[in-house]
T-cell receptor, first 113, second 112 residues
Framework: DSGVTQTPKHLITATGQRVTLRCSPR?????VYWYQQSLDQGLQFLIQ???????AKGNILERFSAQQFPDLHSELNLSSLELGDSALYFC????????????FGPGTRLTVL | DQQVKQNSPSLSVQEGRISILNCDYT??????FLWYKKYPAEGPTFLIS?????DKNEDGRFTVFLNKSAKHLSLHIVPSQPGDSAVYFC???????????FGKGTRLHILP
């Protein structure tokens, strides 16, 4: 158990809908990262937050957005969902941006029908 | 553009023998490399890392070798055990303050 929690575990929704994925980092970790893992793909970095502020952006679509709240939990919002958005979404946390060993949650499996 | 490449999608190794997982990278600015291990239905877990100022880092049965001139790193597991069966991701970053770029992973099967 990494100490990072993600909810929900599974999510099934329809195209065009909007969903919110939630992540609670390890106690004391200030950095939160979001990744997408599609079929046969590696982990694609989406976005990073540090202590409430956006720090780095990867290949995140404009239909996706995220935020980190004062209690350090983070939410990833996916809107106007398409079939291709079906994937595993992982959240990870670390004490700081310079601490490279990230601790991953169990992931949320999103299925868009 | 894949900056971190793991060209072997899968690898099968006999229990007790050495497992060697390979990784190539294209960006010479990467200065820190990591290996993560992932079991089904779980998130990746950090395994071992190496800074670009070193060419080898060892932790128990796991050793990572870095060849900067070839932009190549490898993870050696010896002896291989059944619990090592998992997907292994190679990852790289620069300046220890940037996003981590992951490869697509190599699925390791340890055969009895």
């Amino acid at each position: 158990d990494s100490g990072v929690t993600q909810t929900p575990k599974h999510l099934i929704t329809a195209t065009g809908q909007r969903v919110t994925l939630r992540c609670s980092p390890r106690s004391g970790d200030l950095s939160v990262y979001w990744y997408q893992q599609s079929l046969d793909q590696g982990l694609q970095f989406l976005i990073q937050y540090y202590n409430g502020e956006e720090r780095a952006k990867g290949n995140i679509l404009e239909r996706f957005s995220a935020q980190q709240f004062p209690d350090l939990h983070s939410e990833l919002n996916l809107s106007s969902l398409e079939l291709g958005d079906s994937a595993l979404y992982f959240c990870a946390s670390s004490p700081s941006p310079t601490h490279n060993e990230q601790f991953f949650g169990p992931g949320t499996r999103l299925t868009v029908l | 553009d894949q900056q971190v490449k793991q060209n072997s999608p899968s690898l099968s190794v006999q229990e007790g023998r050495i497992s060697i997982l390979n990784c190539d990278y294209t960006n010479s600015m990467f200065d820190y490399f990591l290996w993560y291990k992932k079991y089904p239905a779980e998130g990746p877990t950090f395994l071992i890392s190496i800074s670009s100022i070193k060419d080898k880092n060892e932790d128990g049965r796991f050793t990572v070798f870095l060849n900067k001139s070839a932009k190549h790193l490898s993870l050696h597991i010896v002896p291989s055990q059944p619990g090592d069966s998992a997907v292994y991701f190679c990852a790289a970053t620069m300046n220890r303050d940037d996003k981590i770029i992951f490869g697509k992973g190599t699925r390791l099967h340890i055969l009895p």
